[in-house]
């Protein structure tokens, strides 16, 4: 836009509508040299809804005509000047809209609350080689390589064992499909990678409850200290014995039958209990009740983050082999999300043990409505005073939280007291 | 006629000062739209002035209005500055809908004035929402509801109506007649021309009040507030005027004539208010040009606030679809 | 657990009762709610106990009634809004889309509307085409309102509560099979009124559903047990926003997913979901998803006729058979 001063003013085809791109100039109402006041009609524009009187919105002399009619001019264009007479009559200068940036960035079709769109990480993080694989773009650029390895584009395949695929470094030209049009469908998959492949999807479902599972375990933990008065004794116990027992007993045995020390410490307390049935059972209703079976609540801690708290039944009828391979099945489904919805709250203690990865020593919080929780510390070696004499000792530290309520000093004293003479004959256990 | 209504001097270039700060304001926003700074649709209230400014003198702070798409008069009268109206048409964020609405959706929670609505007669049912719930929670505040004549044929008028009596809501129902609807004319579309007799139809009190004159406007207004007062039940004001310009910024006008306009420019509410003070020695032609250009200061100087408003950033498009979380109390 | 056994309706009417006593500002208004009790009886005896200043007979004028409820939200009441089905609520779409939804947004965000419409749907009595609708989708196509679909006793117990409790407008959809059936009704709310729930867990494939329907893939989830196909049960309860990542997260185990779905197939919610399974699942897929969702024929008065239109628990076996053997 050019403007030789202030003084002088430009007529332009002018936005008559919200569509209007464009308009017929028609008639000149005026000319050159003639004078206007504002609001005056000067010229007839035509337009898709009739012919329309334009007026002039300053008050002057036309000093310039630029088109004539009949002529379609896009909307903006300077038709003619007028040099003003008042000199009060200084208008605002028109200056076109700012140029929009008209890139829309993309945004997600699922309604939202917030503007961060939710994402489903597809990534398991677990110890295969898939850390390099992202969402679909990334996938999608590898996955014909899977293909063109071995003959372009002749295999159809789901999308699920396309990136299974990619993730074993599978030829899928090798595999029959048994799906629609030949697809290969996961069934069509070699057992082993199948397997893997569960515990990769089994694992994300985890980790997409996870933030629910935060949530419930911050809710049972807080409840819990808000709720049950717990206090803290702990005792060393004497392993050398059961561990010399472990020992020997898993010299003679393939590595899947091993007898892990947590079997031996699930056994003592199970045994413990049936003579300290006190700390066995739940506190609900401001009342005590005991449980009539002895199921012990296992912590086991996810990869990913959070942990799940299953139950083995009935630890006091199981000889250690059964716990033991009770240890193993519900460590592994723990890990996967299989558990069953009964062993996930049927518990009536439970106990947490980190082995070596722990610390000296745990004090846990009770999960409710239960009313103890046993945690095991690390092995320690230290050197023990026995019979006046130093000798090199295995040493665990086992801790008591209680509820108050039900339990005092006395009766967790003796109970500590009473599972370290336990683990002192494993071979009884 | 209402004893609290004044006829003095002071009071009525007050009112001369509204309606031609609507005007003018008017006259300016075709200038801008011709301009392209405001966009979409611009519905002008040239003509209808008096109606918008009899009444808004009339109300307290605390009385709520709805209004309809042609809706900078009422905004102007009722008091929202200049500089957020013009704001919001050019569709800035120092705009008083935030740019959000452009020119048919005028909102501001301060000043109770609930817009600023496109669905014609659309306004009708929520006015009478309001009116419930003033009622409910023993408030004395009064809902008006301005629509034009064309929302007698729609559904939702009779129903709103009808629930107004039904329920004895304080509403201000004030139709402002104009002739057309858009661009058809009354007797085209109504086989009962005379308004204020619908009104009876529901059992509702009314009168019907020469829009051009703004004296009229206001006394009639005030005697309608004391019986929704006193009786707690409705009121129906048919205002009878004439728009100058078309429905729109888009229109040919093929459906009236050139003369027709003519005839009701001379008997417009500025002019004739104008006239009347002028002849009675209460106004000279100092004081007119002052006013006007105070008034074009004002305009100018909301251009310049609107101009200096910032367009909001394309991240926040998906903004205030829904309450923040966290948020406790309705608006 | 303290937990009751109520009727639908019965879960229903505890709920509106809970929403007046806790909160003056709540009000019940819709047609015959009042001295008629409610067209399926769900407000019976509200009308003696809380009175007509609480419990508002309305006039036939679901535009007018709706509008008004919007505008006492907007100036600061707790309205319920009964519209007596969704077949009716055509008649307040506009003040429902152009008001309710907009409101908001239109003021910059000067206003919220904190009104909650609830309406009976579905099909299965027999009401032929202008009362058998199911129009969730419609609603929930809207950015600006949010949709429920309470198909439990527990949900339909305390999603109202909750509902009145969000600033902005919520609409509740309730399925009129589902009245007189009884149930366990829980406590509290069985979770926040935005999640899906995990109704019955499976590896197989998933079933996603919400409202009416969910009864129907429950019992088909019990067929395939003994047919070996072990199907997972998800309970979108809320249908705008939808809670993707519940039923992505159930896919991406099972692999597989139909969407069972009362609304006529075309444009369907059932449509929407499955576009978000391929967007953000695709990878995960070992079979199309399917849907299962109604015949596109306005309902038909004949029960046979009826019910053939409607999906159903044969359908879902088949499907998920077809599914599980790759056809």
Known sequence: ?429 | MNQKLRIDRVHLIHQLRQMLRIRRFEEKCTQLYAEEKIRGFLHLYIGEEAIAVGVMSVLKPEDQIVATYREHGHALAHGLSMGSILAEMFGRTNGCSRGRGGSMHLFDKQMNFYGGNAIVAGGLPLAAGLAMANKKQHREAVTVCFFGEGAVAEGEFHEAMNLAVLWKLPVLFVCENNGYAMGTALSLSESETNLARKASAYGMASSQVDGMNVVDVESATSSALELIKATSQPYFMECKTYRFRGHSSFDGQLYREKEEIRQWEEKGPVIRLQNWLKENNHFNEEELDELESEIKAEIEAAIEFAEGGAWEDIRDLCKDVYSPTQEGEPG | MNAQTLTYREALRAGIEQALEDDERVFLMGEDVGRYGGCYAVSKGLFDYYGEQRIIDTPLCESGFVGVGIGAALGGLRPIVEVMTVNFSLLAMDQIVNSAATLRHMSGGQFNIPVVIRMACGAGRQLAAQHSHSWENFYAHIPGLKVLSPATHSDARHMLGQALRDPDPVIIFEHVMLLNESGEVSELPEADMESALVRRQGDDLTLITYGGCLNKALAAANKLAELNISAEVVDLRCLRPLDTDTFLASVEKTHRAIIIDEGWKTCSLAGEISAIIMDQGFWTLDAPVKRLCTAEVPIPYPSHLEQAALPQVEQIVEMAQAIMEGR
């Open chain 1, 1 to 429: 836009m050019d403007r030789e001063n202030d003084n002088v003013k430009e007529i332009v085809m002018p936005s008559l509508g919200a569509d209007m791109a464009e308009g017929m100039l028609v008639e000149w109402l005026v000319k050159r040299g003639d004078s206007v006041k504002r609001g005056d009609i000067i010229a007839v524009i035509e337009t898709q809804k009739g012919a329309i009187d334009m007026e002039v919105y300053y008050t002057g002399v036309i000093s310039e005509i630029l088109h004539e009619p009949v002529v379609t001019l896009p909307v903006g264009t300077v038709m003619a000047r007028v040099e003003l007479t008042e000199a009060s009559d200084r208008e605002v200068a028109a200056t076109a809209a700012p140029q929009m940036d008209t890139t829309v960035p993309e945004i997600d079709t699922a309604p939202q609350m917030d503007t961060t769109v939710p994402e489903i990480d597809t990534a398991p993080q677990m110890d295969i080689t898939v850390s390099e694989i992202n969402t679909a773009p990334q996938i999608d650029t590898t996955s014909p390589q899977v293909v063109t390895a071995a003959g372009r584009g002749s295999v159809i395949a789901s999308p699920i064992v396309r990136k299974v695929a990619l993730e074993k470094r599978l030829d899928l030209t090798s595999i029959k499909g048994s799906g629609p049009l030949g697809a290969i469908l996961l069934r069509d998959l070699p057992e082993t990678t199948k397997e893997m492949r569960v515990s990769t999807s089994a694992s994300k479902q985890l980790s997409g409850v996870t933030k629910s599972m935060r949530g419930a375990i911050a809710a049972a933990m807080t409840k819990s200290k808000n709720e049950i008065p717990h206090f803290y004794q702990s005792l060393d116990i004497e392993l050398s014995n059961a561990l010399a027992w472990l020992k020997k007993t898993n010299e003679d045995r393939s590595p899947e039958l091993h007898i892990l020390l947590l079997a031996l410490l699930l056994k003592a307390v199970a045994k413990t209990l049936t003579k300290y049935p006190d700390l066995n059972g739940f506190y609900q209703a401001n009342q005590f009740v005991h449980a009539e079976e002895i199921h012990i609540g296992n912590v086991i801690s996810l990869r990913q983050g959070g942990l799940v708290v299953p139950a083995i039944h009935h630890v006091d009828k199981l000889s250690v082999d059964e716990t033991m391979q009770a240890i193993r099945d519900i460590s592994a489904r723990g890990r996967n999300g299989h558990l069953r919805s009964s062993e996930l709250t049927d518990a009536s203690i439970t106990i947490t043990n980190m082995g070596e990865r722990g610390t000296d020593s745990v004090f846990a919080v009770i999960y409710p409505p239960q009313v103890a929780i046993i945690g095991f510390g690390k092995i320690r070696k230290t050197p023990q005073l026995v019979d006046g004499e130093l000798v090199n000792s295995e040493v665990m530290s086992v801790c008591l939280s209680a509820d108050h309520r039900v339990i005092d000093g006395m009766l967790g004293a003796k109970f500590l007291n009473a599972l370290s003479k336990q683990l002192q004959k494993p071979e009884l256990l």
